[in-house]
C-alpha cells in the first residue's frame, strides 16, 4: 500500500471523462488499496481514480460512520435513478479549504462492478447518495463547484486562487 499525491482543482486530469476499465488485474487491486489508503488518511468519504491523477472509472466511497469501516469500490460506475432533493454543505480532497451547499438528489442508485468483477447495484440515501453523485462526477470531469451557481462559482473561484497562493496546492 502507497499514499498517493491527491491532485487539485485546476489540474486537466480532474476535467477528463475517464474510460471504462477493461479488466481487473493486480494493477488495479493495487491501486484501489493505495485509493483507500491515501482516502483514509486525507481523511475523506470518497476518491476518484483521476483525483490521484489515473484517469479511470473507478471510485473508492468509505462514508466510516460510527467510525466503522464499510469500503465500497465501484468500477465503471452508472447512477440509474435519483429522487428528491438535498442542499447540503459539500467539499472534495482536490479542493481543500473550501464547502459550499450544493444541490443534489436524496436518494442515488447505482450500478458498478465490484472489486471482483460482480456487477452490483447499491441504493443511498443522504450522505451515500451525495457521495454516489460527488464521485461519478468526478468520473466525468466534473466537479461540485461547477454545480453552484454562476454567481457563487465566481465568487469561489476567486477565492481558490486567492488560496493557493498561500496554501501548498
Ligand atoms: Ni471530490
Known sequence: ???RKI???????????????KRIDKGILQLIDDMFETMYDAPGIGLAANQIGVPLNLT?????ADGKK???VL????????????????GCLSIP??????????????????EKGFPITLKGEGLLARAF????????????????SLLTRLKMHAAIRKYKKTHPW
Open 1 to 3: 500500500m502507497a499514499l
Open 7 to 21: 491532485v487539485k482543482h485546476g489540474n486537466p486530469v480532474l476535467r477528463r471523462k475517464c474510460p471504462p476499465g
Open 60 to 64: 473508492v466511497i468509505d462514508l466510516q
Open 70 to 72: 464499510n469500503p465500497i
Open 75 to 90: 468500477i465503471n460506475p452508472k447512477i440509474v435513478e435519483l429522487k428528491g432533493r438535498l442542499f447540503e454543505e459539500e
Open 97 to 114: 479549504g473550501f464547502l459550499a451547499k450544493t444541490r443534489r438528489y436524496a436518494q442515488a442508485k447505482v450500478e458498478a462492478l465490484n
Open 133 to 148: 453523485q460527488h464521485e461519478t462526477d468526478h468520473l466525468n470531469g466534473k466537479l461540485y463547484v461547477d454545480r453552484l
